[in-house]
């Protein structure tokens, strides 16, 4: 993946901390997401940034994606419990709540 260096710090792809890849055979793509709440695609053949996406679920981290059968549309899930249904134009075609009223937390055992 293209990687930026800034003098003095480690080389890194997003701002914040990488929650979720995924590849996109169709695309030939690699999508990652982060806990800022951001989106990228990356072009698998030269690591090239082709697609950012900010603030998918606002102030929530992202939790988990996955694309659909045909993979033209991506589902992001947020720790917000919403789950988003995404084009890769970064259009959001559907938002369903699935967390009721109240944000996703982990279930205590």
């Known amino acids: 993946m293209e990687a930026k260096r800034e003098e ?3 080389v890194t792809s ?3 901390s990488v ?3 995924l590849y996109n055979s169709l695309f030939r793509q690699v999508i990652s997401s982060d806990s800022g709440s951001s989106v990228i695609c990356w072009l698998v053949d030269t690591g090239q940034k082709v697609k ?9 981290e ?11 549309r991506l589902f992001t899930a947020g720790t917000d419990g919403v789950v988003k249904i995404w084009d890769f134009n970064g259009h959001c075609h559907h938002r369903l709540n ?5 944000p996703w937390t982990s279930p205590r055992f």
């Open 62 to 72: 992202i939790s988990t994606m996955a694309l659909d059968g045909t993979q033209t």
């Open 8 to 10: 003095g710090r480690r």
């Open 14 to 16: 997003h701002e914040n």
């Open 19 to 21: 929650t979720c890849v």
């Open 98 to 102: 699935a967390g009721g009223t109240r």
């Open 52 to 60: 950012q996406f900010h603030r998918c679920h606002g102030d929530a």
